[in-house]
């Protein structure tokens, strides 16, 4: 067992420091694709039931059936060892950091920083190179409102790279979540710069034809999903970047469906930016992770401003503190972010490469089940087409979503219906509305069959069968 503080450093009857990871499943550390590119290591049955034992929400019911949790695209459940953490940190340690004077301030900033350190670890990235946040929206709109003060002259000539005007590009994807999608509008909004898009094929691929069209001179940021939370297929993050790069332009990769789901190491992804959330990854919400490049968090200027990110303040005028701290204005969310470097914990001694594998089954099943029923249509590229995750959003022809999602939690499957804040792909594929199972490391076989057997029942409950 590991512990996310520093247990040396702590006292050893700190509750903070020694929330349990309860699973001890002896993972491998294996080559988590084999040739063929097919993910090797993966979970079983029994580690699954393990695993389930630790979420205590998954031992309800709702509406009179066992919960069937498949809205983890969403949010997903918590383990105890998380929930514990954040309610050992406010039981034991709460207090504000960076400031005190006393010990107990000393401890909190201990916990926080350590937080980070893991964090910044479980991504491949140097500890000032995190950056927290509420979430993976609040990150995209950091770079883009440092972006906008950069192009009303702050930052000086370091920051000369982030200004954007007339004639400059914006790049994203048509399969963009509205959070990486609306502030790079308004960024375009505010400097003058035109946003483009990425079109897509009609499996749901990102056409790399088309990226190499639509990336050129005048491309200043490409943004785009690692995964896309409708289409759930694994993008071509070394392509995309490479034809970024190739023109100079920077890269953020919003990694709110890969973190929590694949072995993610951003150094070696070569982006420059990138986002994700802790509520996806069983941390709690109100915090998520910017990470960016260390020179250019430290050439960005700030988004939000006031105290704890400055050296000195005058009545007209401030100094910043380096990054990350000079994106970390006001009270942080301490709690958070230390019960995410708890979940981090959690995910890591079950192992990403296993979490990935058992996805990847789990996403197979449910793709080829929900497909091989009459009438239904699964969004994106199969799973012969392309690496996807354990998330399927499908129609069924003559029942609208909010039906579908209804009749599958009269018998307590949770799933998601509605455009899942990406309408463009929606549009994209000529629907309004989806619904989308989405199974994270705790669902079992027996859970996917029974969301495939629910939706060829409800075609029979509403006579479309
Ligand atoms: C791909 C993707 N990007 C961004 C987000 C936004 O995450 P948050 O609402 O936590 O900021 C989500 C959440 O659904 C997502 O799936």
């Known amino acids: ?7 040396r450093r702590a006292d050893s009857r700190h509750p903070a420091t020694e929330a349990p990871v309860t699973i001890d499943l002896n993972h491998p550390t294996d080559t988590t694709m ?8 993966t979970l079983d049955e029994a580690a699954v039931e393990r695993i389930r034992g630790d979420f205590p929400i998954l031992s309800r019911t709702v509406n009179g059936h066992p919960l069937v949790y498949l809205d983890s695209g969403a949010t ?4 105890r060892s998380v929930i514990d953490v954040e309610r050992a940190y406010y039981e034991f340690s709460n207090a504000a950091v960076h400031r005190g004077a006393h010990t107990l301030a000393g401890e909190a900033t201990e916990l926080f920083e350590n937080a980070r350190a893991t964090v910044a670890r479980f991504v491949g990235a140097a500890d000032d190179e995190i950056v927290w946040t509420s979430n993976a929206t609040e ?3 950091l770079v883009a409102y440092g972006m906008s003060n950069a192009s009303l002259g702050r930052g000086g000539k370091a920051a000369e790279r982030f200004r954007l005007g007339p004639g400059d590009e914006i790049v994203v994807t048509e399969l963009e979540h509205h959070a990486n999608l609306v502030p790079w509008q308004e960024l375009a909004l505010r400097t003058g710069a035109t946003l483009r898009h990425i079109a897509l094929d009609d499996a749901g691929r990102i056409r790399l034809d088309h990226a190499a069209e639509v990336i050129g001179e005048r491309t200043r940021v490409v943004a785009f999903a690692h995964v896309s939370n409708v ?4 993008n071509p993050v070394a392509e995309l970047v490479a034809l970024a790069h190739g023109v100079g332009a920077l890269v953020l990769l919003d990694a709110c469906q890969s973190a929590p789901h694949l072995p993610v190491d951003l150094r070696a992804l070569d982006v420059d ?3 994700f959330s802790g509520h996806k990854m069983l941390a709690p919400t109100g915090v998520g992770v910017l990470y960016g490049r260390s020179e250019l968090l430290n050439a960005l200027p700030p988004f939000l401003t006031g105290g704890s990110m400055i050296t000195t303040v005058g009545l007209t005028e401030s100094e910043f503190l380096p990054a990350p701290m000079r994106f970390e204005a006001g009270t942080q969310r301490v709690s958070q972010a230390i019960a995410l470097a ?4 959690y995910l890591e001694a079950v192992g990403l490469d296993r979490i990935a594998g058992w996805e990847a089954e789990l996403g197979r099943r449910l793709h080829d089940g929900l497909a091989a029923i009459p009438g239904v249509r699964v969004l994106g590229p199969s799973p012969a087409e392309a690496e996807r995750v354990g998330l399927a959003s499908f129609v069924v022809a003559g029942i609208h979503a909010h039906d579908v999602g209804q009749f599958l939690d009269d018998r307590g499957i949770a799933v998601r219906v509605g455009h899942h804040c990406a309408q463009p792909v929606h549009r994209r594929f000529g629907v309004t509305a989806t619904t989308r199972a989405s199974a994270y490391l705790y669902n ?7 969301a495939v057997e629910a939706v060829a029942d409800a075609r029979v409950f509403f006579g479309e069968a």
Do not use: I, Y
Not at 76 to 79: A, G, I, L, R, V
Not at 342 to 345: K, L
């Open 1 to 7: 067992m590991r512990s996310h503080g520093d247990p």
């Open 34 to 41: 084999s040739a063929a590119g097919a993910r090797t290591a």
């Open 76 to 79: 997903s459940q918590k383990p």
């Open 139 to 141: 990150g995209v709109n």
């Open 231 to 234: 289409l759930g297929a694994v």
């Open 273 to 275: 930016f990138a986002v």
């Open 342 to 345: 708890a979940a981090v914990d």
């Open 444 to 450: 079992t076989v027996a859970e996917v069959d029974a």
